[in-house]
């Protein structure tokens, strides 16, 4: 069966711009004024800083002035107070942009983290199966931030360089309109500068890509709870170690090639940035020998080269670069949001009494091969029934068809119970980090005395108020326990639809038995299937299905299938 999510899925294109303005409308509306205001400071910052270049000037022609005609003190004065008040205004702009803009930014990442755990949320069963669902939602996890980054990105373009650019370009053609090539001549030093540099940085990084993957994989291996005890009791560590070392190793390796080329390459850039001072002075002393700019004008722009060229890097090198990153960053996060889930009801008709599989075929994502072959039966309600069969025979498969979790490939289910009156214990329970008694009561209100009784019935012996987290300061409950737990957490959920897969794999043979007359007792007024390899065990069910190799093969009382089913006889045999 085809994964149901993201069959719609487009990539990144500009014809999503559309959507990209909604989104930015969405971060927008979480709190429109803090957003205008954040944005209106970016632009006074910018302004402010251009015109710290005028400013500049003004104070060395006042001083250049004041020095032929001493009268003018009065000029040099109202030109540094003007100087300062600039300088002060930008720090002050730029300060409360870049605090106001960190605080929308925990506000946007709330938001839109909220939405995709949402959407995560809302995703069936099914798409969990595919390894495709995994990178998408890995994608667009860091697509949240990207998003968040792109938006800034933007609004940084419009609001901080545009109107710095702007200011300083109608500057230079204002004092000179051949000083234009002051900044021409930065942005061309800039380009040859970075082109040098990126070539070299994205060689390496792509050559240590894949040792980096292994060596932070066998990093977590050495280092994870789980996994730490079994490499130390197999001796596994020097193998891991061994491997992280060899990782790390050509990964330094490359590091250093790069670090070689990197010292020449400087070089090379530093030149270019000595050129273009050389090139500025050429530009603006031929300007003032003609007269055409005052001494304040050359000194006030040779002094702000720095600040322009390190404004031009930024924006070709960082902004306009992230813009593209961030854009496909974000459109992964789009994706994932908008994507349509389509509705499969195939096949799953509700409001009839008893369960019926009529001709039911599945398959997993990405395979194949059959997995469930034209399954055909029907359980009345209130009925309990066993499912038996060897490892693979496909009994797990059945029952997240049971649940609603899996739909059918072929074939049709009739299933009167919804997910909110279904409960089971799978195999791979979970453990969760909070309480005992919290990991039982999670469906329903809490209800203490609830939880003594289940508790009591499920063998469950452990402090309810112990916090079943190591990590947490908690306790780990050995693995019979827990399965006691997910017994205890399935029984306290309201259901007419119990599913109980090796629900007592983990347990030890007096409590076994002691469960399964438990079972006995609260399947009573239920339907309810229990998947096992104890034959003996299940002299309380109604009925028995037997599984092989994706078919049923069988499905009676004991004494039928005895009679008539020659796999059941050997397995009961072999039991
Ligand atoms: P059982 O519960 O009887 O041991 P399962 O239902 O777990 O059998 O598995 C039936 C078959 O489905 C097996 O061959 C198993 O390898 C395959 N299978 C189980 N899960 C997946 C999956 N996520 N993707 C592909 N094949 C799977």
Redesign the pocket.
């Known amino acids: 069966m085809k994964c149901i999510l993201f069959r719609k899925s487009g990539i990144m294109n500009f014809k999503n711009v559309k959507k990209y303005c909604k989104l930015t409308y969405e971060v927008f509306k979480i709190s429109p004024v803090h957003f205008i205001f954040i944005y209106v400071l970016f632009g006074a910052g910018a302004l402010t800083s251009a015109l710290g270049v005028p400013a500049l000037q003004m104070v060395i022609d006042s001083l250049t002035k004041f020095n032929i005609n001493h009268e003018k003190m009065h000029s040099v004065f109202l030109a540094v107070i003007i100087l300062f008040a600039v300088k002060m205004l930008n720090t002050l702009f730029s300060y409360l942009a870049g605090f106001l803009g960190e605080t929308y930014d925990l506000k946007s990442y709330k938001h839109l983290l909220g939405k995709f755990i949402r959407r995560c949320g809302s995703l069936s069963c099914i798409d969990y ?1 595919d390894k495709n669902t995994y990178e998408l939602i890995s994608k667009a996890e860091s697509g949240v931030k990207g998003a968040i980054s792109f938006i800034n990105v933007v609004m940084d373009l419009i609001t901080n360089y545009a109107v710095y650019l702007t200011v300083i370009a109608v500057y230079l053609i204002r004092v000179n309109s051949a000083l234009i090539f002051v900044l021409l001549l930065i942005l061309f030093t800039v380009i040859i500068e970075q082109k040098i540099k990126t070539g070299l940085y994205s060689k390496t990084e792509d050559l240590a890509a894949s040792d980096k993957v292994q060596s932070e994989y066998y990093a977590d291996c050495l280092l994870t709870r789980d996994m730490v005890k079994e490499n130390k009791t197999n001796g596994f560590e020097p193998f891991l170690l061994k491997k992280l070392n060899a990782g790390l190793k050509n990964i330094s390796e490359l590091k250093n090639k790069e670090t070689k080329k990197a010292t020449g390459i400087s070089l090379l850039s530093n030149m270019a940035v000595i050129l273009e001072y050389l090139g500025t002075i050429v530009i603006l002393s031929v300007c003032v020998i003609r007269g055409s700019i005052s001494v304040g004008a050359f000194a006030a722009i040779f002094y702000s080269v720095d600040e322009l060229f390190s404004m031009l890097e930024n924006l070709l090198y960082g902004r306009l670069k992230s813009f593209s990153e961030t854009m496909g960053k974000m459109n992964n996060y789009i994706i994932f949001i908008d994507a349509d889930v389509e509705k499969e009801d195939k096949g799953c008709i509700s409001g009839q009494k008893a369960v019926m599989f009529n001709n039911v075929s599945f398959k ?4 194949s ?1 059959l ?1 469930l072959e034209k399954i055909t039966f029907k359980v009345d309600s209130r009925e309990t029934i066993a499912i038996v ?10 029952a997240r068809l049971l649940l609603g979790l899996f739909k059918p490939f072929d074939g049709n289910i009739i299933n009167p119970f919804e997910t909110d009156n279904s409960s089971a214990v799978f195999q791979d329970h979970a453990e969760y980090p909070v309480t005992l008694s919290e990991n039982i009561t999670f469906s329903d209100k809490a209800d203490r005395e609830r939880v003594s009784v289940l508790s009591k019935k499920s063998g469950i012996t452990e402090d309810k108020d112990t916090v079943l987290s190591v990590e947490l300061g908690g306790k780990e409950l050995s693995g019979g326990n827990l399965q006691k737990v997910a017994i205890a957490r399935a029984l306290y959920k309201n259901h007419d639809l119990l599913v109980l ?1 090796e629900p007592t794999s983990a347990l030890d043979p007096i409590s076994e038995i002691e469960m399964y007359k438990t079972f006995e007792k609260l399947t009573k007024d239920k339907t309810a299937f229990i ?1 096992t390899h104890r034959l003996g065990s299940v002299k309380f069910a109604d009925r028995i299905m037997v ?1 092989k190799n ?1 078919r049923l093969v069988g499905f009676g009382t004991h004494e039928e299938l005895i009679n008539t089913c020659g796999y059941y006889g050997e397995l009961w045999n072999k039991a």
């Open positions: 199966e997993y994502p990405g395979s091969n997995v069969g060897e490892n693979g025979s496909g009994k797990t498969t059945l897969d998947i599984m994706g």
